[in-house]
T-cell receptor, first 110, second 119 residues
Framework: KQEVTQIPAALSVPEGENLVLNCSFT??????LQWFRQDPGKGLTSLLL?????REQTSGRLNASLDKSSGRSTLYIAASQPGDSATYLC?????????FGTGTKLQVIP | DTGVSQNPRHKITKRGQNVTFRCDPI?????LYWYRQTLGQGPEFLTY????????KSRLLSDRFSAERPKGSFSTLEIQRTEQGDSAMYLC?????????????????FGPGTRLTVL
């Protein structure tokens, strides 16, 4: 059974700081890993998708890495802004199933 | 708006009643997923469709839950004899996995969700 863990559960940083969010998974037989953000009471917004054969993906100030063999992914956010405040979720897709972590709640303080 | 849409956005019902939610995926997306999310938790996978075929159901999807995607376009999720424990946000997502390409390229796009409250 796939288990996905995100650490830390919550994070508070001052504006402008670079930060790293972590996602770990127990079964390395995955097709892909996707990072999302979720604002309170809203649906999920896709940030980055990393295919199993890839090591990293970049979009603007975001960079996500994937180390399948160790079961880890990181989401790096550069120069954080108050608008980045949200819950960040990672999801891994395996055979016939998608498993989400419980998320990291990020607060960026102006 | 070309995103995933869900209706209704909110539903309040009494215990024992049946409810039905609808999801309209992004046009031409061949995969459609249903998830359930409770407060403070990540979404839990319920089921997914490839076109009109339902390929997988989680054990969370008890016999009171049924999902359909009759023509490979919109989907409905029905909950019969609702219980207070069914109160949650129900999320729908869609994706396009081109035929012949690896399932590794499967970016999911989510709708706004339907919040169910069972009294």
């Amino acid at each position: 059974k796939q288990e996905v863990t995100q650490i830390p559960a919550a994070l508070s940083v001052p504006e402008g700081e670079n930060l790293v969010l972590n996602c770990s998974f127990t079964d390395s037989a995955i097709y892909n890993l996707q990072w999302f953000r979720q604002d309170p009471g809203k649906g999920l917004t896709s940030l980055l998708l990393i295919q199993s054969s890839q090591r990293e993906q970049t979009s603007g100030r975001l960079n996500a890495s994937l180390d399948k063999s160790s079961g880890r992914s990181t989401l790096y956010i550069a120069a954080s802004q108050p608008g980045d405040s949200a819950t960040y979720l990672c999801a891994v897709e395996g055979y016939q199933k998608v498993t989400f972590g419980t998320g990291t709640k990020l607060q960026v303080i102006p | 708006d070309t995103g995933v849409s869900q209706n209704p956005r909110h539903k309040i019902t009494k215990r024992g009643q049946n409810v039905t939610f609808r999801c309209d995926p992004i046009s031409e997306h061949n995969r459609l997923y249903w998830y359930r999310q409770t407060l403070g938790q990540g979404p839990e996978f319920l089921t997914y469709f490839q076109n009109e075929a339902q390929l997988e159901k989680s054990r969370l999807l008890s016999d009171r839950f049924s999902a359909e995607r009759p023509k490979g376009s919109f989907s409905t999720l029905e909950i019969q004899r609702t219980e207070q424990g069914d109160s949650a946000m129900y999320l729908c997502a869609s994706s396009l996995v081109p035929t012949g390409l690896a399932a590794s390229y499967n970016e999911q796009f989510f709708g706004p969700g339907t919040r169910l409250t069972v009294l």
